[in-house]
């Protein structure tokens, strides 16, 4: 059985490597517990400040006004601990385009320690009918460029 990686194989989400857009952030002292560690909801709640800069870049050029992005799943998986007053980077990536949802990956990386890793999936929704829509293909473009043009 040949296990060589295909090119197409999809990044470990844990490997630094696999990232190409970066969000800095730091533990703030209301993020944490009182063992001083990062509590499971100020993951998500920084993973989220990330991901809407993520998407507000890629489209920022594009002029849709009744369109939002929402979170309909989320599945986290945490590797280890985050202290205040720590300094973390979270690393975003597409994995796969829709026809009007978006997969998209993200890793909280504490030093060089992978501490959580969220699979996340987001529809884009009208606002004003309340369903979602297809993404255009300027969007579909922007978003393939920050995830480094991988095909997906």
């Given at each position: 059985?040949?296990?060589t990686?295909?090119?197409?194989a999809?990044?470990?989400?844990?490997?630094a490597?696999?990232?190409s857009?970066?969000?800095?952030?730091?533990?703030?002292?209301?993020?944490?517990?009182?063992?001083?560690?990062?509590?499971?909801?100020?993951?998500?709640?920084?993973?989220?400040?990330?991901?809407?800069?993520?998407?507000?870049?890629?489209?920022?050029?594009?002029?849709?006004?009744?369109?939002?992005?929402?979170?309909?799943?989320?599945n986290?998986?945490?590797?280890?601990?985050?202290?205040?007053?720590?300094?973390?980077?979270?690393?975003?990536?597409?994995?796969?385009?829709?026809?009007?949802?978006?997969?998209?990956?993200?890793?909280?990386?504490?030093?060089?320690?992978?501490?959580a890793?969220?699979?996340?999936?987001?529809?884009?929704?009208?606002?004003?009918?309340?369903?979602?829509?297809?993404?255009?293909?300027?969007?579909?473009?922007?978003?393939?460029?920050?995830?480094d043009?991988?095909?997906?």
């Open positions: 059985m040949d296990t990686p295909s090119a197409t999809v990044p470990d989400g844990k490997d490597s696999a990232y857009y970066w969000h800095d952030d730091t533990v703030r002292f209301n993020d944490i517990d009182p063992m001083w560690h990062l509590t499971s909801t100020a993951y998500l709640v920084m993973m989220e400040n990330a991901r809407i800069r993520f998407i507000r870049e890629a489209a920022e050029a594009l002029d849709r006004p009744h369109a939002g992005w929402m979170l309909v799943k989320a986290i998986n945490y590797m280890s601990q985050v202290h205040y007053p720590d300094p973390v980077r979270i690393g975003i990536r597409v994995q796969r385009i829709g026809r009007s949802s978006v997969s998209i990956l993200h890793a909280m990386f504490n030093a060089d320690a992978c501490a890793v969220l699979e996340g999936t987001l529809v884009l929704v009208d606002g004003n009918r309340d369903r979602a829509v297809p993404i255009p293909e300027d969007l579909r473009t922007s978003l393939q460029a920050l995830s043009g991988v095909p997906l």
